[in-house]
């Protein structure tokens, strides 16, 4: 995969289906391999998030965005993650179709991600009916 600046580590994806296709199963896989080193082995870090949490639909921080994982070393990953723009992260969001109308379209941390106005040089991918 490679995005339209050729860079071959950074790509955003959509993945769309009907309900109960696989579409959470195959994010969940994504990391699960990546853990084992089967795949996506150019990513530092893979981060699942799935919008249904109203927690991370919400966001307006890194910090909120990444709030369920290991604290003890969050600040650090979160410097990291803004030193170089995502630059080697795997953001997935999960269930863009479980959020309402207004959060698909208010501006909003997510969408920013999306967009490339927020950590620019990350990859992401989105579940989605």
């Known amino acids: 995969m490679k995005s339209q600046d050729n860079s071959k580590h ?3 994806m959509l993945i769309d289906g009907a309900p109960g296709v696989g579409k959470t199963v195959l994010c969940r896989r ?3 391999d990546w853990a ?3 795949i996506l082995q150019e990513f530092s870090l893979v981060w699942l998030l799935h919008l ?3 927690t991370i639909s919400k966001a307006k921080s890194i910090e909120e965005l ?3 994982y290991d604290q003890d070393i969050l600040k650090e990953v979160v410097q990291h993650i803004r030193k170089t723009g995502g630059a080697g ?3 997935i969001f999960d269930g863009f179709d479980e959020l309402s109308k207004q959060e698909r379209t ?3 941390l997510f969408l920013d991600i999306i967009r490339g106005k927020v950590l620019p040089n ?3 991918v989105v579940s989605s009916r």
């Open 66 to 68: 990444l709030q369920h």
């Open 89 to 91: 992260n795997l953001l």
């Open 36 to 38: 084992a080193g089967e």
């Open 30 to 32: 994504f990391c699960k």
């Open 10 to 12: 950074k790509f955003k």
């Open 52 to 54: 249904r949490d109203l």
């Open 122 to 124: 990350c990859s992401v």
């Open 106 to 108: 208010q501006c909003s």
